[in-house]
């Protein structure tokens, strides 16, 4: 195995950790990945690719750690059964980001996929992580997911328009911070986030493969499945973490960290390090 190839399983490795570390957690793995992809210079069309199966392997993770819920939930799908209200509620919240993905994807892609924007994002996003939190947390009136109502869901994934809109953002913290508003602790609004990670990332995964079309050689092959193995095992513990994690502490370290990365990502663009 030549050299670079040992370079680009590496760089799969680091990006699999990025990925299932980032991913759930409210710091935005598009961010994060467009950061270090630029640090490791990981750019162009397999770079797009690679990205979009790491994060089937993240989504991989929510579906074995919550596949109770999830396939008990197909058991229950009359109207007014649990199982129909997850599913209808996670629909609904989908609608906005399905739509605004659709209509300003293009743009996105052109004038915000790089390491100045994302830095704003990280940074206003984990101020007003920091206010939502202190605001709305303690005022939570739904604390299991079972009980959202289609309003709330429906708004929610209005906020999740956020990540689609300015990346770096985070789908995550944009729909814990809409979860927070419409009354759910930040359990409830955390599992609610993995849930609608699924539908959202799996059509936006293969809407993107769609597109692709490209030919692969062995050691691109062998990338893609070593970083979507990465990517999964780390999603896993990372998403099992968090939720203990919820259970006793607020979300404030993870709003410094994003405005620390934020900050100094805006001090290395000032003086063109990057």
């Known amino acids: 195995m030549g050299i670079e190839n040992l370079i680009l399983i590496a760089k799969s490795i680091i990006l699999g950790v990025v990925e299932g ?3 759930f957690l409210p710091i935005s793995s598009t961010g994060h990945m467009i950061i270090v992809g630029h640090f490791i210079n990981f750019s162009g069309d397999f770079a797009k690719l690679f990205e979009i199966v790491i994060q089937l392997g993240a989504i991989l993770a929510v579906i074995v750690l919550f596949r109770n819920k999830i396939f008990g939930s197909f058991k229950k799908l009359k109207p007014k059964e649990e199982g129909f209200r997850l599913w209808t509620n996670l629909a609904l919240a989908f609608i906005p980001v399905g739509i605004f993905g659709l209509f300003f994807h293009k743009i996105i892609e052109k004038y915000l996929m790089s390491t100045v924007p994302v830095a704003w994002a990280l940074l206003v996003g984990g101020i007003w992580m ?3 939190e202190n605001k709305y947390r303690n005022n939570s009136k739904i604390q299991d997911i079972d009980k959202i109502g289609y309003k ?6 209005c906020f999740q328009c956020l990540s689609i809109l300015w990346p770096g953002f985070s789908r995550s913290a944009a ?8 009354g759910l602790s930040s359990i409830a609004a955390a599992e ?3 849930f609608l990670a699924i539908p959202t990332m799996i059509v936006a995964s293969a809407f993107e493969l769609l597109k692709s079309g490209s030919k692969l050689s062995r050691p691109e092959i062998f990338a893609l499945i070593i970083g979507f193995v990465v990517s999964f095992i780390v999603a896993i513990i990372v998403v099992a973490k968090f939720i203990e994690f919820l259970k006793t502490k607020p979300m404030k370290s993870f709003a410094v960290y994003r405005i620390f990365v934020g900050i100094i990502i805006l001090i290395f663009a000032y003086f063109k390090i990057i």
């Open 152 to 157: 709330e869901a429906f708004i929610i994934g």
């Open 192 to 194: 609610f986030s993995f």
């Open 175 to 182: 729909t814990i911070i809409g979860g927070w508003i419409m």
């Open 21 to 23: 570390i980032t991913e």
């Open 130 to 132: 920091i206010y939502a």
